[in-house]
């Protein structure tokens, strides 16, 4: 199983990024799907998740609004729109798989994509 994200980068306050994971050896479609983040010196933070069994989509509260995940079960592929970005948002971004939405017990996870916004 692998989990490939890209995407990541510098953005200025206020800016977007379009976040992709691809996925390999495992098909979406048996997972929820997920993105987590985790800033150093700060605990892993869930940022939003799509539900394997009617696809309702969870997000953070500092996501909600901003970001929007979505997903191509035909190409095993999720993606994170992001918007609005602030500073705050600054963190390593992984994608990952779990069971399910809101319990953060992943199952894999890539090796993450830094995103930095600067002020």
């Known amino acids: 199983v692998q989990l490939v994200e890209s995407g990541g980068g510098l953005v200025q306050d206020g800016g977007s990024l379009k976040l992709s994971c691809a996925g390999s050896?495992?098909?979406?479609?048996?997972?929820?799907i997920s993105w987590f983040r985790q800033a150093p010196g700060k605990e892993r933070e869930a940022v939003a998740c799509?539900?394997?069994?009617?696809?309702?989509?969870y997000y953070g509260d500092f996501a909600r609004g901003r970001f929007t995940i979505s997903s191509d079960s035909a190409k095993n592929i999720m993606f994170l729109h992001m918007n609005s970005l602030k500073p705050e948002d600054t963190a390593v971004y992984y994608c990952?798989?779990?069971?399910?939405?809101?319990?953060?017990?992943?199952?894999?996870w890539g090796r993450g994509t830094q995103v930095t916004v600067s002020s």
């Open positions: 990952a798989v779990e069971a399910y939405c809101l319990y953060q017990q992943y199952e894999y």
């Open positions: 050896g495992l098909s979406f479609d048996d997972y929820a």
């Open positions: 799509i539900s394997s069994i009617d696809k309702a989509t």
